[in-house]
């Protein structure tokens, strides 16, 4: 009876153990999509990044680009970490069903010896027939019968148990190893990324301060910047206006529902990463400055195709000093803002859908590619990072 509690015990285990592995498997899938996207974003923002390298000068693109980076590095370092402690819960829990088979194992081989040692007192025939025959009934005779068959059996069964769990020990010490081998990578990989995020906050203090002695020239642009978005803010107010005074009707309103459903869920008009977002914020280099954004800036690629991110009509394609080129589309009682383009592809009047290509991303002086998107509802702006497919 030993023997086969012993084996129930060892069976638990490895159901236990089973368990936990499927569970960490899910984990582990789950980690491995987000190091996946993490890893997508990082070889985003390193070819944004190498895009304004060409300059040798360092700017606010330069800036934002290392900030994305050393952000999802961070999450990959967290996601690496996750994934060892991981690989340590799994570790321990084969280490205890290794313990319970080695100590099992030693069980049976001690009373296996016992059972031997007992065994080799009635070996021999004439021990045999004296324990068999000094008895006073038949039925007595018939169980010690039994009893010398049940041992022969019972010794039979402990020497194929034994190598049973001998065999499943060198199986669970493979596995061991392994887990440890993959442990040994991963705790690699999280030494090389810890280097790599050093040296991305090496470089991005190095901007820092380069553009902090910059202040007079960074406060001329950032005005030059304000005056442009005060020309593109009166163009759209204006263009509003006179939309929200001549329409009306079920149609706009239908229009208007089915955009609003995309809410969260909308296609981005370029690749790439916010650089600024909407509203108010202080500025990421000068203190005490507070720069006002009515949509978001998303820099991407050199000569990124900038696309519809919904159907609608073309009310205006403008030129607007300092912000490039703008279109403004409208989506019943909603309007998106495209601006700082060129080579745009679109008329006024055009009819789009989601996804058309409507022009190129302008890329300034400082090798900086930048779109700067709106959302409007009537005269009020809108966080358009709310409306943006999360990344």
């Given at each position: 009876m030993?023997?086969?509690?012993l084996f129930?015990v060892i069976?638990?285990?490895?159901l236990?153990?089973?368990?936990?592995v499927?569970?960490?498997?899910?984990?582990?899938?789950k980690?491995?999509?987000?190091?996946?996207?993490?890893?997508?974003?990082?070889?985003?923002?390193?070819?944004?990044?190498?895009?304004?390298e060409t300059?040798?000068?360092?700017?606010?693109?330069?800036?934002n680009?290392?900030?994305?980076?050393?952000?999802?590095r961070?999450s990959?370092?967290?996601?690496?970490?996750?994934?060892?402690?991981l690989?340590?819960?799994?570790?321990?829990?084969l280490?205890?069903?290794?313990?319970?088979m080695?100590?099992?194992?030693?069980t049976?081989?001690?009373?296996?010896?016992?059972?031997?040692?007992s065994?080799?007192?009635?070996s021999?025939?004439?021990?045999k027939?004296?324990f068999?025959?000094?008895?006073?009934?038949?039925n007595?005779?018939?169980?010690r019968?039994?009893?010398?068959?049940?041992?022969?059996?019972?010794?039979?069964?402990?020497v194929?148990?034994?190598?049973?769990?001998?065999?499943?020990?060198?199986?669970?010490r493979?596995?061991?190893?392994?887990k440890?081998?993959?442990?040994?990578?991963v705790?690699?990989?999280?030494?090389?990324?810890?280097?790599?995020?050093?040296?991305?906050?090496n470089?991005?203090?190095?901007?820092?301060?380069?553009l902090?002695?910059k202040?007079?020239?960074?406060?001329?642009?950032l005005?030059a910047?304000?005056?442009?978005?005060?020309?593109?803010?009166?163009?759209?107010?204006?263009?509003?206006?006179?939309e929200?005074?001549?329409?009306?009707?079920k149609?706009?309103?239908?229009?208007?529902?089915?955009?609003?459903?995309?809410k969260?869920?909308m296609?981005?008009?370029?690749?790439?990463?916010i650089?600024?977002h909407?509203?108010?914020?202080?500025?990421?280099?000068?203190?005490g400055?507070?720069?006002?954004?009515?949509?978001?800036?998303?820099?991407?690629?050199?000569?990124?195709?900038?696309?519809?991110?919904y159907s609608?009509k073309?009310?205006?394609?403008?030129?607007?000093?300092?912000?490039?080129?703008?279109?403004?589309?409208?989506?019943?009682?909603y309007?998106t803002?495209?601006s700082k383009?060129?080579?745009?592809?679109v008329k006024?009047g055009?009819?789009?859908?989601?996804?058309?290509i409507?022009?190129?991303?302008?890329?300034d002086n400082?090798?900086?590619?930048e779109?700067?998107?709106?959302?409007?509802?009537n005269?009020q702006?809108?966080?358009?990072?709310?409306?943006?497919?999360?990344?």
């Open positions: 030993r023997e086969g509690r129930v069976i638990l285990l490895i236990t153990y089973s368990q936990v499927t569970g960490q498997s899910d984990n582990r899938q980690l491995e999509k987000e190091k996946k996207e993490t890893l997508k974003k990082i070889a985003q923002a390193e070819k944004i990044l190498a895009q304004t300059k040798r000068k360092a700017s606010l693109g330069q800036l680009a290392l900030s994305v980076l050393i952000k999802s961070k990959l370092i967290r996601s690496i970490k996750k994934e060892v402690n690989l340590n819960a799994e570790l321990h829990e280490q205890t069903i290794e313990n319970a080695a100590g099992d194992l030693k049976l081989k001690k009373e296996y010896a016992a059972m031997l040692y065994a080799s007192k009635t021999n025939s004439y021990n027939l004296v068999l025959f000094s008895v006073q009934t038949f007595e005779f018939f169980m019968l039994k009893y010398l068959e049940q041992y022969g059996e019972t010794r039979i069964n402990q194929e148990q034994i190598k049973i769990v001998k065999e499943s020990l060198g199986a669970q493979v596995v061991i190893e392994e440890k081998r993959e442990k040994e990578n705790l690699s990989q999280q030494l090389k990324e810890n280097r790599n995020l050093i040296t991305l906050q470089k991005q203090s190095k901007i820092i301060r380069s902090s002695s202040e007079k020239e960074i406060k001329k642009e005005a910047r304000r005056r442009a978005a005060s020309r593109l803010d009166k163009l759209i107010a204006d263009i509003v206006k006179k929200i005074a001549r329409a009306s009707g149609a706009a309103v239908a229009e208007s529902s089915s955009f609003e459903g995309k969260t869920k296609l981005w008009p370029v690749p790439g990463f650089s600024n909407f509203g108010r914020q202080a500025h990421q280099t000068l203190k400055i507070v720069v006002n954004n009515n949509g978001v800036d998303i820099q991407t690629n050199k000569d990124e195709k900038v696309k519809s991110v609608g073309v009310l205006r394609v403008a030129l607007v000093p300092g912000n490039g080129t703008a279109v403004i589309v409208k989506h019943g009682e309007f803002v495209y383009m060129k080579n745009v592809s006024t055009q009819d789009i859908v989601e996804g058309d409507i022009g190129e991303v302008y890329t400082n090798g900086v590619s779109l700067e998107f709106q959302v409007w509802k005269n702006k809108l966080d358009p990072q709310s409306w943006l497919a999360p990344k």
